[in-house]
């Protein structure tokens, strides 16, 4: 099936040009009206609705957001919808840029783009879901893609609802009247230190062991409100049997249980029914990991 295109580009020379780039057949230019001014976003939506595109190639109007309302309003519609804006303007700022990706536009191009520029830009947008290669030749790839997709929406799921756990909690509990002590263990002092870093930049005050004998010495000791753990730990013990020694053992409950693998595959194991564990982590490795990894661990407040 091949994707159509609908260009809305004001510029006679620029739209003649971005048009001549798509002569091979591999793209379907839908004729397009010829476009009035440009009145409210809800109107130039309904006109782009009403021709079924693929993919919407228009001018960037920074003024009021009028080209990202005119995608939200549009994609509404027709929740495929893809938009691509070509840029101009000396007014665009970067932060106009960010809105338009954040909102969902695929693609950013300025005015002097080149061909070869247009046609990866093009590749790139479609080369998603598989709505247009032959349904019987791709059946197995759109499910498995779907599936993923499933998996991705419940993950985003339980992360806004443990975001939201915890912006009730900042909103309707006073400053300091929470413990905020932290018992680290692992066997690694690269990753004791790592991880002991990053939540005492978080305002956390942390303890660390290096064994398992140690660190159930502390937890008697010290009370700590949230306990992070290695799966591996020394002389084959895990983090599961820490927490069944901790908890099941020693009854000592009132702690929120977090055991750290760099192996998400493990994660199923570590979370099953009877082990005690309240949460697995993977390792934060990057700034988007470190930052759920510290919002998940500040749940441990809460529940």
Same mark, same amino acid.
């Given at each position: 099936m091949t994707p159509n295109i609908l260009f809305y580009v004001k510029d006679k020379t620029l739209d003649g040009k971005l048009k001549s780039f =798509? %002569? $091979?057949?591999?793209?379907?230019? =839908?004729?397009? +009206?010829?476009?009035? +001014? +440009?009145? @409210? @976003?809800?109107? =130039? #939506? #309904? $006109?782009?609705? #009403? =021709?079924k595109p693929d993919l919407v190639i228009m $001018?960037?109007? &920074?003024? $009021? #957001?009028? &080209? %990202?309302k005119v995608l939200q309003e549009a994609v509404d519609v027709l929740p495929a919808l893809d938009f691509v804006f070509v840029d101009g303007s000396p007014q665009t700022t970067v932060e106009n840029v960010v809105m338009a990706f954040n909102e969902g536009a695929r693609g950013f191009l300025s005015s002097d783009v080149t061909k070869q520029l247009l046609l990866t830009t093009l590749a790139r947008v479609f080369s998603g879901p598989a709505r247009f290669r032959p349904i019987s030749e791709d059946a197995s790839i759109l499910e498995s893609e779907n599936q993923k997709l499933g998996q991705k929406l419940s993950k985003l799921k339980v992360h806004l609802n443990s975001a939201q756990k915890l912006v009730n909690y900042l909103l309707t509990t006073p400053l300091g009247s929470q413990p905020r002590k932290v018992l680290v263990l692992s066997d690694s002092g690269y990753q004791r230190e790592l991880i002991k870093k990053i939540l005492e930049d978080s305002n956390f005050m942390v303890i660390t062991s290096a064994t398992m004998e140690d660190a159930i010495s502390q937890v008697l000791s010290e009370k700590p409100r949230i306990i992070i753990s290695d799966y591996n730990l020394e002389e084959g013990k895990t983090g599961v049997d820490f927490c069944k020694e901790v908890k099941?053992?020693?009854?000592?409950?009132p702690c929120y249980f977090v055991v750290c693998t760099a192996g998400e595959e493990m994660i199923p194991k570590i979370m099953a029914p009877g082990n005690g564990v309240d949460d697995s982590l993977l390792k934060p490795g990057n700034e988007t990991l470190i930052s759920e990894f510290i919002t998940r661990i500040a749940l441990g407040l809460i529940l």
């Open positions: =798509l %002569v $091979d057949g591999k793209y379907r230019v =839908l004729d397009n +009206p010829d476009w009035g +001014p +440009p009145g @409210s @976003s809800t109107a =130039l #939506a #309904a $006109d782009i609705t #009403a =021709l $001018d960037y109007v &920074s003024e $009021d #957001a009028f &080209s %990202v099941f053992t020693h009854k000592f409950v």
